[in-house]
């Protein structure tokens, strides 16, 4: 299920997250190695009248981005790197221009960051076979 969201009310382990966030900065793509291989990612700064929290787009997404842009992040979902939660658009994913005036201009975008909870620990995935229920 996809529900639009602030930037503020980001929690890790979601999905299906839709919002309309300000380009602040932008990466450079890279390949990094994952369990599934390589795979091409950027980075990117984005905000609204909210705050600001990091980006990554994985593969086709990667470098799609440009500093300044007002775009809709469509079916993402959250992840916790080092205490800071973050958005991730992967396969599933997609980014749409949007007209300028949908989001608050880039020196409107408070610098706070969403923050994980006290003691966070994700949910691990196992991969093959099924979980006992007892």
């Known amino acids: 299920m996809s ?5 503020s009310d980001l929690k890790p382990g979601e999905d299906g997250v839709n ?10 793509s890279r390949v990094v ?14 905000g609204d009248e909210t705050g600001r929290v990091t980006l990554t787009l994985w ?13 809709e992040v469509q079916n993402a ?4 790197f080092r205490g800071k939660v973050q958005l991730n658009v992967g396969r ?17 975008v408070p ?3 969403p923050e994980a ?9 196992r991969y093959g076979g099924y979980r006992k229920r007892w």
């Open 77 to 80: 979902f959250t992840t916790v």
């Open 117 to 125: 909870p006290d003691g966070y620990r994700p949910y691990k995935r």
């Open 59 to 71: 593969g086709d997404h990667a470098g799609a981005l440009e500093e300044g842009q007002a775009v």
């Open 33 to 46: 190695e994952t369990r599934s291989g390589p795979r091409t990612l950027s980075e990117a700064i984005v």
């Open 3 to 7: 529900v639009e969201k602030k930037v």
């Open 92 to 108: 599933r994913g997609k980014l749409e221009q949007i007209d300028d005036s949908e989001v608050v201009s880039a020196e409107e």
């Open 19 to 28: 919002l309309k966030v300000r380009v602040l900065s932008v990466g450079e």
């Open 111 to 113: 610098e706070s960051f």
